[in-house]
């Protein structure tokens, strides 16, 4: 009886130590610089770096938002201004049509 209860308790622990034992939660961040087409030969090498640029404000200014505790709404939200901001996107002001014919806005 002794046996048994030492290998439950052997059991019991194994178990428990994963949970325990878990990293802390990660998290990943991604955008789009919207809907359109833009053929990448069409860029000039200063425009292909701006847009990069843009884009990298971006996702530093979500990232800035999560590292420090915050949440993911309100990182999606900072990424958001700094493109609605940035004339290169056309985000919070206009949009390409969709299949169906019409302009359709998220956020």
Do not use: C, K
């Not at 308790?9 to 194994?14: S, Y």
């Not at 939660?25 to 833009?38: E, K, N």
């Not at 069409?42 to 770096?49: G, N, R, V, W």
């Not at 993911?72 to 919070?92: H, S, T, Y």
């Amino acid at each position: 009886m002794t046996r048994f209860r030492i290998a439950l308790a052997a059991a019991f622990a194994l178990i428990a130590a994963p949970a325990a034992a878990q990293e802390p939660s990660r998290w990943s961040f991604a955008i789009h610089g919207g809907a359109g087409v833009i053929e990448r030969d069409s860029l000039t090498p200063e425009q292909d770096a701006a847009y990069r640029a843009a884009l990298h404000r971006a996702l530093e200014a979500g990232q800035a938002v999560l590292s420090s505790g915050g949440s993911a709404m309100d990182a999606v939200q900072a990424a958001i201004q700094i493109m609605e901001d940035d004339p290169l996107f056309n985000a919070g002001r206009g949009a390409v049509f969709t299949a169906e014919g019409r302009n359709e806005l998220d956020a």
